[in-house]
């Protein structure tokens, strides 16, 4: 059983209730990310999930050279501290390079890696000696037994506070599948683990020039991660995600999210042992 990792007032791990990682994948403008991150913070108090806002403020990995990135680096930390500041909610996002470490650093709680990016031994490195929290998302690439080194580069900095995030493995061409018994492998680890089961349902350069999706799935496959007993859920919503800047086709409506999301937290409550007789 993974050791609790403790962030503001949300714990992941150590049998405790599920944990929700979400919003938008990229922040498209101010008042569309503070109008996200209100209504997550509404479903924390209304459903008492713990909750953890996650928006990029560059997307480097996008497939083609003309898409949509985000803000950048100061804005999007500005953006970031504001939804701290309105909502109180513990923050995310990911960094690509050395260079932003110590400014997302200074504005974040979770420092994420992302999977293309879980073997750069010198952001790794970075980032644990960051202190925060590091999410580490596993490569489409790595088998779950290979995120270990990715735990042993972090934890060398004597930063132990780690978590890891499944996200789909490669699946032939433009295809991700997953294997449930990852989240299992990756809990042997000591880290909690979290569930990111909208990329795992992104369909990578599936549309030529930016990635498809199938959010019909996110539901289904999140079920069975919590019946695995993961840790946390990852999810991208978005208002109107047919006309997202980015992963739109695998992002869940906002509207959709509280229904979900008390679906899931029924089934957590019973495989942890969390309900009342």
């Given at each position: 059983?993974?050791?609790?990792?403790?962030?503001?007032?949300?714990?992941?791990?150590?049998?405790?209730?599920?944990?929700?990682?979400?919003?938008?994948?990229?922040?498209?403008?101010?008042?569309?990310?503070l109008?996200?991150?209100?209504?997550?913070a509404?479903?924390?108090?209304?459903?008492?999930?713990?909750?953890?806002?996650?928006?990029?403020?560059?997307?480097?990995?996008?497939?083609?050279?003309?898409?949509?990135?985000?803000?950048?680096?100061?804005?999007?930390?500005?953006?970031l501290?504001?939804?701290?500041?309105?909502?109180?909610?513990?923050?995310?996002?990911?960094?690509?390079?050395?260079?932003?470490?110590?400014?997302?650093?200074?504005?974040?709680?979770?420092?994420q890696?992302?999977?293309?990016?879980?073997?750069?031994?010198?952001?790794?490195?970075?980032?644990?000696?960051?202190?925060?929290?590091?999410?580490?998302?596993?490569?489409?690439?790595?088998?779950?037994?290979?995120?270990?080194?990715?735990?042993?580069?972090?934890?060398?900095?004597?930063?132990?506070?780690?978590?890891?995030?499944?996200?789909?493995?490669?699946?032939?061409?433009?295809?991700?599948?997953?294997?449930?018994?990852?989240?299992?492998?990756?809990?042997?680890?000591?880290?909690?683990?979290?569930?990111?089961?909208?990329?795992?349902?992104?369909?990578?350069?599936?549309?030529?020039?930016?990635?498809?999706?199938?959010?019909?799935?996110?539901?289904?496959?999140?079920?069975?991660a919590?019946?695995?007993?993961?840790?946390?859920?990852?999810?991208?919503v978005?208002?109107?995600?047919?006309?997202?800047?980015?992963?739109?086709?695998?992002?869940?409506?906002?509207?959709?999210?509280?229904?979900?999301?008390?679906?899931?937290?029924?089934?957590?409550?019973?495989?942890?042992?969390?309900?009342?007789?």
């Amino acid at each position: 059983m993974p050791a609790a990792l403790k962030v503001a007032d949300v714990v992941f791990g150590g049998e405790q209730p599920l944990v929700l990682i979400a919003g938008p994948c990229v922040m498209e403008d101010e008042t569309q990310t503070l109008t996200i991150a209100r209504q997550l913070a509404e479903l924390q108090r209304e459903l008492g999930v713990g909750v953890v806002f996650k928006a990029s403020f560059d997307k480097a990995n996008r497939t083609s050279l003309s898409a949509y990135r985000g803000p950048g680096l100061q804005e999007g930390l500005r953006i970031l501290d504001k939804v701290r500041q309105e909502t109180g909610l513990p923050l995310l996002s990911d960094v690509h390079d050395v260079g932003q470490v110590d400014a997302a650093a200074g504005v974040l709680d979770i420092l994420q890696i992302p999977a293309f990016l879980c073997r750069q031994t010198d952001l790794l490195l970075a980032a644990g000696r960051s202190g925060k929290i590091v999410n580490i998302k596993k490569g489409q690439f790595l088998a779950p037994w290979d995120m270990a080194n990715a735990v042993t580069k972090v934890a060398s900095t004597g930063n132990e506070r780690i978590l890891l995030t499944e996200r789909g493995t490669s699946f032939g061409y433009n295809n991700l599948v997953v294997d449930m018994r990852s989240l299992a492998i990756m809990r042997e680890t000591g880290c909690p683990v979290v569930f990111d089961a909208t990329h795992a349902v992104q369909l990578p350069g599936g549309a030529g020039t930016s990635s498809g999706g199938q959010r019909q799935y996110v539901a289904a496959l999140s079920r069975a991660a919590v019946a695995v007993g993961v840790d946390g859920l990852f999810w991208e919503v978005h208002p109107d995600p047919d006309h997202a800047l980015c992963d739109g086709a695998n992002s869940l409506p906002l509207a959709e999210v509280k229904a979900i999301l008390k679906e899931m937290l029924a089934i957590d409550a019973v495989i942890k042992g969390n309900t009342q007789s």
